[in-house]
């Protein structure tokens, strides 16, 4: 079935720093969604992007999907400790199947 | 209005107990579902029911029934437990169960089976 990974696992950083997470999957995607679990909540949706190689930005967060449609990223630019949380991509196929998340803890 | 609402926030129930969680949302969304969710882990999809259908079942064990009295509530009826099936149990909708529409998560149910 489809798997959909997520590097890294865990990823401490000192406040102001970047922070990137990639996601790929074993097929190709109809779409990728990108949530935002807080320590504690449950999942909160970011944005969706849809087409190969599309790129779209929320303030600090950039986010990509690859021209093959098999891949994404995430970055936030000068993280800040509002950004603790786990980040996880979703793919849509014939399911919606949620990566296997990056935990991210920002240290002052 | 985008929420979506969980009841009972915390359960502790025996393995011989039957209990019901309850979810419910008010934006007029034609899909719901349910996830479960272990520590540190991604959630996995349970169950989905479109226009109070149920269109997948994740080979969900027996001892999980969901229901979906209306296009507003959905329900998932717990019978015989394991402790392995402590988690939390998130229910979701959208607007329809295309894959390319957003999920709202309810706050979810976190169960501990003793």
């Known amino acids: 079935g489809q798997q959909v990974m997520q590097i890294p696992q865990y990823q401490h950083v000192q406040e102001g720093e970047d922070f990137t997470t990639y996601c790929n999957s074993s097929t190709t995607l109809s779409n990728i969604q990108w949530y935002k679990q807080r320590p504690g909540g449950h999942p909160v949706f970011l944005i969706q992007?849809?087409?190969?190689?599309e790129v779209k930005k929320q303030k600090r967060l950039t986010f990509q999907f690859g021209e093959a449609k098999k891949n994404s990223s995430l970055h936030i630019t000068a993280t800040q400790t509002t950004d603790v949380g786990t980040y996880f991509c979703a793919g849509g196929g014939n399911k919606l199947t949620f990566g296997t998340g990056t935990q991210l803890k920002v240290e002052l | 209005d985008t929420e979506v609402t969980q009841t009972p926030k915390h359960l502790v129930m025996g393995m011989t107990n039957k209990k019901s969680l309850k979810c419910e949302q008010h934006?007029?969304?034609?899909?719901m579902y349910w996830y479960k969710q272990k520590a540190k882990k991604p959630p996995e999809l349970m169950f989905v029911y479109s226009y109070e259908k149920l269109s997948i079942n994740e080979s969900v064990p027996s001892r999980f029934s969901p229901e979906c009295p209306n296009s507003s509530l959905l329900n998932l009826h717990l019978h015989a437990l394991q402790p392995e099936d402590s988690a939390l149990y998130l229910c979701a909708s959208s607007q329809d169960s295309g894959w390319t529409d957003t999920q709202y998560f309810g706050p979810g149910t976190r169960l501990t089976v003793l």
């Open positions: 992007l849809v087409k190969s190689g």
């Open positions: 934006m007029g969304h034609r899909a």
